[in-house]
């Protein structure tokens, strides 16, 4: 979706063929805590739907990434989860873009939705839905959504005049634009939030009467204050709502705009694009027929730059509609580049596909949720991802696995017995004190985990990850396995005994990681034997000959070696990788 911001001032003096409005009209207008029960399993997670107007950039994928964590970690559950991406295909932006490309719009957005595929396939997100604005089915969802409104009472036939940004596809108000020069030194004004050429409209229309639910959208906030994450963002909401809401407008002239939806009932207007497109998650859901079961579950991850549209726009859009509000809406923040904003003109732009060959699907898939920090900005450079992910993915955790399943510490090749004697409960074996803690940190770690993939902080759980990572490491290290004498048996039992805990730590990893990257699990796993049935959150016991209770791995035959887990990158092989700049169809920004 476009990240603008659309703040449309009604004109006093030119309001005409009002609707006359009633509150008694509307049916219900409410909100509903949908909270699932331990009996529906159902889940819904959703992606914005991104903007076509140029190919799909590094804050994209992020998006993409973390709603597929996400909707993993669910399946992990045992939900029954729906995942939700797409492209946002509508607008003058767009309509004009094709024109300068010499395409005809169709043809234009199905170009760049490809690319959008493309990507997100070649990275391993599971979407189960691939919406675009310009299927039936979204048509006819935007068609009954704009309906009910209408009936309700709740869109009028009006008229506005102020300041437009036809790069941000928004109206602005004064406050919003300020006095620039352009590249010819002509005075303009532009936008104070994207820096785009504004210029002042007068148009009828459609408005949508979003000054009657202030009060609704504080009510919805105040009782619910997880409703919106992270807390300064659910914060920053609530400030704009200390301010009245102007009534929005959501239609254009269709004489300048013929790339949409019409409006029903008139065919001289075009519905305008942020009301389109946010009604995707409806559709896919199945609105306007049998979509309770997936929208009563909805949970939405968006960027911070369209948090008003999600959080303002849309609520009161739902409540007009009599429909449930999202569980959640979790909101990230941007990437960029060398600490400046991507920009075509500084050539900073990072191509998330071009990357992603350069360090693995995994291995960008880890940096960007590792690196992702929800509540500020974060930078991307090449060597920050080398070094992290040589640290992280090769030596330390690629490291514990070659030294456990090395032929010379376990020549048998299976997962080997506990010997209670060796590690006893009472700490009165050959574990000292670090060993008991980090068993401790192991088997606590299922439920960090959980608690910061819940609220969307994979950083954080990858950081408990990482931290208990290191602890295994450390725990191989003072041991020396190595240096035990396998023709005495209280040595060799030792020896599989240390063999057997580290395993075990690497099995809780590795279930722990699928969510983030699945294809390093799915080897890590498979090496260790663990099978496809064996790999579930309810899978995450650990340790359970430490409790006296069976290992179902304990003399399992270890899955076939192959090859590190993850090659370390080395940086001055990268210009070498990069593959050769082609060009690419024609895309205005």
């Not at 997670?45 to 990434?65: E, K």
């Not at 928004?170 to 406050?175: G, N, V």
């Not at 279930?511 to 899978?539: C, F, N």
């Amino acid at each position: 979706m476009r990240s603008s911001f659309l703040f449309v001032t009604r004109s006093c003096k030119a309001l005409h063929r009002l609707q006359p409005f009633s509150a008694q009209r509307i049916p219900v207008l409410r909100y509903r805590s949908t909270h699932s029960s331990r009996e529906d399993r159902s889940y819904y997670i959703t992606t914005p739907i991104f903007y076509v107007n140029a190919s799909p950039h590094l804050g994209h994928l992020y998006s993409a990434v973390l709603a597929d964590c996400l909707h993993r970690y669910k399946l992990l559950q045992g939900f029954n989860s729906k995942f939700a991406t797409g492209t946002d295909e509508h607008g003058l932006k767009i309509q004009q873009a094709a024109e300068a490309a010499g395409k005809d719009p169709l043809t234009f957005c199905t170009e760049v939705s490809e690319r959008f595929k493309h990507l997100f396939s070649s990275c391993n997100v599971s979407c189960t839905d691939f919406i675009r604005t310009t299927e039936q089915r979204h048509r006819q969802a935007v068609e009954h959504f704009w309906s009910v409104l209408w009936n309700t009472g709740l869109i009028y036939k009006g008229s506005y005049e102020g300041w437009y940004s036809t790069q941000d596809e928004s109206f602005l108000t004064a406050s919003q634009v300020a006095d620039a020069l352009d590249s010819s030194g002509k005075e303009i004004k532009v936008s104070l939030e994207s820096g785009h050429k504004v210029e002042w409209m007068k148009e009828e229309n459609y408005m949508f009467r979003l000054s009657a639910f202030r009060s609704q959208l504080l009510d919805w906030l105040g009782g619910n204050p997880r409703a919106i994450q992270p807390e300064r963002f659910h914060q920053e909401v609530l400030q704009w709502l200390q301010e009245d809401l102007p009534d929005l407008s959501v239609s254009r002239q269709r004489s300048r705009l013929q790339w949409g939806i019409p409006v029903p009932g008139d065919a001289e207007q075009t519905i305008y694009v942020w009301l389109d497109a946010l009604v995707n998650y409806l559709a896919v859901a199945g609105y306007p027929d049998k979509h309770d079961q997936w929208w009563n579950v909805a949970h939405h991850i968006v960027g911070k730059d369209i948090l008003k549209f999600h959080a303002i726009y849309w609520p009161a859009f739902l409540l007009g509609a009599g429909l449930p509000l999202p569980q959640t809406i979790y909101v990230h923040s941007h990437w960029t580049v060398g600490g400046k904003k991507m920009s075509k003109s500084l050539g900073n732009v990072v191509d998330p596909l071009e990357r992603s060959q350069m360090f693995t699907t995994d291995g960008m898939r880890y940096f960007l949720l590792r690196q992702g920090v929800p509540d500020s900005d974060c930078d991307y450079t090449d060597g920050k991802v080398i070094k992290l992910l040589n640290a992280e993915l090769a030596d330390s955790l690629g490291g514990l696995l070659n030294r456990c399943t090395a032929p010379a510490l376990n020549p048998a090749q299976v997962y080997p017995s506990f010997c209670p004697q060796s590690f006893p409960r009472d700490q009165e074996g050959r574990a000292v004190v670090e060993d008991y803690h980090m068993l401790d940190a192991v088997r606590n770690l299922p439920a960090v985990v959980e608690q910061h993939y819940e609220s969307m902080h994979v950083y954080k759980a990858l950081e408990a990850i990482g931290s208990c990572v290191r602890q295994t490491n450390g725990f191989i290290q003072r041991h020396v396995p190595w240096k035990l004498d396998r023709r005495d048996s209280k040595d060799q039992r030792w020896l599989d005994t240390i063999n057997h805990v580290s395993l075990e730590c690497l099995r809780i990893y590795g279930t722990l990681l699928q969510p983030v990257v699945p294809g390093i699990s799915d080897k890590l796993l498979s090496r260790l034997g663990v099978r496809p049935g064996e790999r579930s959150w309810a899978d995450v016991s650990f340790l359970p000959r430490f409790q006296g209770n069976d290992c179902p791995f304990e003399g399992r035959a270890l899955g076939s070696d192959s090859g590190v887990l993850f090659s370390r990158l080395e940086s001055q092989n990268l210009d070498k990788q990069k593959p050769k700049k082609t060009k690419k169809a024609a895309n205005v920004k």
